[in-house]
């Protein structure tokens, strides 16, 4: 166990400096949170209305914080796909570090990456007349469960980016951006057509944004379904079951890498 912490820490430091002198990815990875704020916050924001939500504003920033939290898998199956093809990880295959290491580096790396981002968009929120009204416990309670989603998603991307090609990978966000649409991200489910409240209720996100606007004590929508009235056990439920099943597979699939 020691020598995996260690080869982790010196994957994820490794990954950390890759990131640091690339200045574009700095940038367009940290303003993306804060261009979509200003752009639904203030454009969009205009004409929305949710139902029990005096501030758009209010109801909009932990659907914002959930979202980026989901995107956030796009940029980690786009490297770990890149990473696979160039050769990288073949050669980390043929020396002797831990293979649990590899896969737990970029696990730790996206995550204090995760840590920054959201960071920066709490700022932002703060900026724009967003706050939390629960005090600080229950704000860093939700803070935790975003980043469990988080955390949860890295798995999924590790594993789809072994399984991908880059050109797929680039391609991803086309299914990934409705799939954070069709939820309570931005706008109510009842405001949804009833074929689409439902997959929208029970979508992962809307659990843990559900719970992170219920700890927050920002104001909104409440539905009267089974996941609504739960949402904080899903928003703890959900992000477990997805760690438990692709986190063996991400291992597997490392092994069996054959590119």
């Known amino acids: 166990?020691?020598?995996?912490?260690?080869?982790?820490?010196?994957?994820?430091?490794?990954?950390?400096?890759?990131?640091?002198?690339?200045?574009?990815?700095?940038?367009?990875?940290?303003?993306?949170?804060?261009?979509?704020?200003?752009?639904?916050g203030y454009v969009f924001g205009s004409a929305m209305a949710v139902a029990g939500a005096d501030d758009y504003?209010?109801?909009?920033?932990?659907?914002?914080?959930?979202?980026?939290?989901?995107?956030?898998?796009?940029?980690?199956l786009v490297v770990v796909t890149t990473q696979a093809s160039y050769g990288v990880t073949d050669r980390y295959r043929s020396m002797p570090v831990s293979q649990a290491g590899v896969v737990l580096g970029r696990a730790i790396s996206d995550m204090i990456n995760s840590v920054l981002e959201l960071a920066i968009l709490v700022a932002a929120g703060l900026a724009v007349g967003w706050s939390w009204h629960n005090g600080p416990l229950n704000a860093l309670a939700a803070i935790g469960l975003l980043l469990l989603l988080r955390f949860s998603l890295i798995w999924v991307g590790i594993f789809a980016g072994l399984k991908l090609t880059p050109e797929a990978a680039g391609a991803s966000w086309m299914l990934l951006l409705p799939l954070t649409m069709v939820a309570n991200t931005f706008v109510s489910p009842s405001q949804m057509p009833g074929w689409m409240a439902v997959p929208a209720e029970w979508n992962p996100l809307s659990a843990t944004v559900a719970a992170c606007r219920r700890l927050f004590g920002n104001k909104g929508w409440v539905g009267?379904?089974?996941?609504?009235?739960?949402?904080?056990?899903?928003?703890?439920?959900?992000?477990?079951?997805?760690?438990?099943?692709?986190?063996?597979l991400s291992a597997r699939a490392y092994r069996r890498l054959s590119r």
């Open 1 to 40: 166990m020691t020598y995996v912490l260690y080869d982790s820490w010196t994957i994820a430091r490794t990954n950390l400096v890759h990131w640091r002198r690339n200045p574009t990815a700095i940038a367009s990875g940290l303003l993306y949170p804060v261009v979509m704020v200003l752009l639904f």
């Open 57 to 76: 504003r209010d109801y909009l920033m932990p659907g914002m914080f959930g979202q980026t939290m989901a995107v956030g898998i796009t940029s980690t």
């Open 224 to 248: 009267d379904s089974w996941a609504s009235e739960h949402a904080m056990l899903l928003a703890v439920a959900w992000p477990v079951a997805i760690t438990l099943v692709f986190l063996p």
